[in-house]
Nanobody
Framework: QVQLVESGGGLVQAGGSLRLSCVDT????????MAWFRQAPGKEREFVAT????????YYADSVKGRFTISKNNAETTMYLQMDSLTPEDTAVYFC?????????????WGQGTQVTVSS
């Protein structure tokens, strides 16, 4: 059973940076496609970025392209989201997700989320 645990959220000023981590407690990160989603208050959950099993394929939402970087360290079974040039519009709960299929519309496994708050 894949278990995902996010960390690294917090409060940061606009223009600042944060790095989120998603640890897979059973070691599935190395073979699974993984992704980050976010959900702001009163809004639907939205896709942020995804990476395939070997880390060679990545895809970003237009809203974060050029500011966020997704990566994974298969040896550490950890996925990261480096977030730079943050704006208040990035404020949301960020979730990591995993699935055997890269680009799936329905991820099988989800973490509990970590709060990111960007102050103006």
């Amino acid at each position: 059973q894949v278990q995902l645990v996010e960390s690294g959220g917090g409060l940061v000023q606009a223009g600042g940076s944060l790095r989120l981590s998603c640890v897979d407690t059973v070691g599935a990160v190395s073979s699974y496609a993984m992704a980050w989603f976010r959900q702001a208050p009163g809004k639907e959950r939205e896709f942020v970025a995804t990476i395939n099993g070997n880390g060679r394929l990545v895809y970003y939402a237009d809203s974060v392209k050029g500011r966020f970087t997704i990566s994974k360290n298969n040896a550490e079974t950890t996925m990261y989201l480096q977030m730079d040039s943050l704006t208040p519009e990035d404020t949301a709960v960020y979730f990591c997700a995993a699935d055997t299929i890269y680009g799936t519309a329905n991820y099988a496994y989800w973490g509990q989320g970590t709060q990111v708050t960007v102050s103006s």
